[in-house]
């Protein structure tokens, strides 16, 4: 199983991302997919998940605030997170995450800074 995270970089405060995972070894549909990250401030925490396999219900991390999406396609088993309003608080290492038959895979994180 290989996830592959990319689109972060440099941003000023108020701008936008767009990052991207590509899974490989294993369906974005066989259970919980989501974003987790790192920051400065605290231990890794909940992005945004979709919370069952191949369904709608998503999850957001309580400061999001309407300001992030998530998606996935499976026909090309890659997921997105379009991240807007970008604050320097978000400065951090992204991580995407598969949860499937109790086993976490983790893709390698990809760094997020935002400038104020």
């Known amino acids: 199983v290989q996830l592959q995270a990319s689109g972060g970089g440099l941003v000023q405060a108020g701008g936008s991302l767009r990052l991207s995972c590509v899974a490989s070894?294993?369906?974005?549909?066989?259970?919980?997919v989501g974003w987790y990250r790192q920051t400065p401030a605290k231990q890794r925490e909940l992005v945004a998940v979709f919370v069952t396999g191949g369904g709608s219900n998503i999850k957001y991390g309580d400061f999001v605030k309407g300001r992030f999406t998530i998606s996935r396609t499976f026909s090309n088993n890659v997921m997105y997170l379009q991240m807007n309003d970008l604050e320097p608080e978000d400065t951090g290492v992204y991580y995407c995450n598969v949860h499937s038959r109790r086993t976490d895979y983790w893709g390698q994180g990809t760094l997020v800074t935002v400038s104020s």
């Open positions: 070894g294993i369906r974005l549909s066989s259970g919980s």
